[in-house]
T-cell receptor, first 111, second 117 residues
Framework: TQLLEQSPQFLSIQEGENLTVYCNSS?????LQWYRQEPGEGPVLLVT?????EVKKLKRLTFQFGDARKDSSLHITAAQPGDTGLYLC???????????FGSGTKLNVKP | DTGVSQNPRHKITKRGQNVTFRCDPI?????LYWYRQTLGQGPEFLTY????????KSRLLSDRFSAERPKGSFSTLEIQRTEQGDSAMYLC???????????????FGPGTRLTVL
């Protein structure tokens, strides 16, 4: 069983729509990271959230860390075709040693 | 270029052959991680190093897989007697947790795509 569950697994939307991707766990994390990955490339770090309840914004992307530090969400406003990719969440427990990854959300934004 | 680099980017081999991949982390990073990723899935942890010490190895990793980081800088991942099920993207990442920082961040290389025929 995976420590982090991501939903939805697939998302296909039209340009201009909004979307939210969820990352949930029953474990408490010291931090959560969100990555975006394009085909044939390595994941690129978008953001790290550390404090329970924290909200971070990166242009049209809004990231939230749950109050209990067990879940996180990524909201994209007015999606663009350039947002297409695999979105991954990853978390570290309090020993900082390992990163646990979700299974990813594959986003396709149609022009 | 100060990012993580991996070589080769692509490797095609026949079943039963040995392959070796190299990862050069960001220069000041003391932790180095190897992952395997199949299409459309999240990365699966294989092993990680702190400096030259291999601190953890996944139970999913068979004894055909071995990794080294001899001087605490670059690392190699070797797969012996490759099988078709080994076909995947092999990703390397590095991190450095500053002393006063409460969280860790890792940065990935571009990966090595292995195809076993």
């Amino acid at each position: 069983t995976q420590l982090l569950e991501q939903s939805p697994q697939f998302l296909s939307i039209q340009e201009g729509e909004n979307l939210t991707v969820y990352c949930n766990s029953s474990s408490v994390f010291s931090s959560l990271q969100w990555y975006r990955q394009e085909p044939g490339e390595g994941p690129v770090l978008l953001v790290t959230v550390v404090t329970g309840g924290e909200v971070k914004k990166l242009k049209r992307l809004t990231f939230q860390f749950g109050d209990a530090r067990k879940d996180s969400s990524l909201h994209i406003t007015a999606a663009q075709p350039g947002d297409t990719g695999l979105y991954l969440c990853a978390g570290t427990l309090y020993n900082f040693n390992k990163f646990y990854f979700g299974s990813g959300t594959k986003l396709n934004v149609k022009p | 270029d100060t990012g993580v680099s991996q070589n080769p980017r692509h490797k095609i081999t026949k079943r039963g052959q040995n392959v070796t991949f190299r990862c050069d982390p960001i220069s000041e990073h003391n932790r180095l991680y190897w992952y395997r990723q199949t299409l459309g899935q999240g990365p699966e942890f294989l092993t990680y190093f702190q400096n030259e010490a291999q601190l953890e190895k996944s139970r999913l990793l068979s004894d055909r897989f071995s990794a080294e980081r001899p001087k605490g800088s670059f690392s190699t991942l070797e797969i012996q007697r490759t099988e078709q099920g080994d076909s995947a993207m092999y990703l390397c990442a590095s991190s450095m947790k500053p002393w006063l920082q409460t969280y860790n961040e890792q940065f990935f290389g571009p990966g090595t795509r292995l195809t076993v025929l």
